[in-house]
């Protein structure tokens, strides 16, 4: 038997925090602001606090859900809407290219992501940002922290380094506990991740800066000199104007282009 949204209870390993607060759904929906001629697709709709504002407007949106007890109600508000499809789907697996024809309108995404899978999502729509035109999502606060970290900041890493690589990152508004069901124990926030059109960086392999990047982040506590060896040798790095000592946390991205740059001028490899 199909239970009402309201009757619902939140499962802690579809990380279910549920928005409960209109004023904090307002402001999202309103940081968003759809337009009838986008193409939105929602990550985990739930119980639809975000859905209603985003189909209001006639857009074309589909929303993506893996909890298949979500799936009648969310059915039975939205299904009639002829701008609505509904996926019972893992969003980790989701092939996006699959929903968007290749003349139509790039993808805008939106969702209070589940907590545990936001990283591992992230990384795979950096993978896709031709497709998409931007993003905005409710992640628990640290995670916004490291995606608009400068370097210097402890939060500045893998995930910060490559969405500032691909992304304009703006971090919109902070939202406590108690504005969903039931009351996470971190801060959330809001963020807004605009993928460039035309990339404001030099000529760079992004699969050689991820490497890169996860290279020298693979131990924060060691050395430059250290991460990357095998990669790429001290005189190489002291040619780029890079102290080996450094850490990875204190380089800038623009050093680590000029390492991946580097790297695929074979001289440089160990
Ligand atoms: N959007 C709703 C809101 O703001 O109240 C729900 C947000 S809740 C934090 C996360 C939602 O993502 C849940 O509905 C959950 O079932 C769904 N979800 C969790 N893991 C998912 C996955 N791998 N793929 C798609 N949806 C997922």
Redesign the pocket.
Known sequence: MSRTLSQHRP?KR??????QDAGVIARIVAAINPQAEDHLV??????G??TAGLVDCGATLDV????RD?IPALLASYGLRANFTLHN????KFDFSSIRPSDSPRLRVV????YN?STPLIFRLLDCTESIADMHF?LQKEVVERLCATPGSKLWGRVGVMAQYQCAVEYLFDVGPHSFRPAPKVDSAIVRLTPYQNSPWPACDRSGLRRVVQASFAQRRKTLRNNLKGLIDTPALEELGIDPQQRAETLTLEQFIAITNALSNATHYE
């Open positions: 499962r579809f990380g279910q925090n549920f928005l929602e990550i985990g709709p739930g119980e606090a975000i993506i859900e893996l909890d979500l789907a893992d969003v980790l969702g209070n992501l589940p899978i409710m």
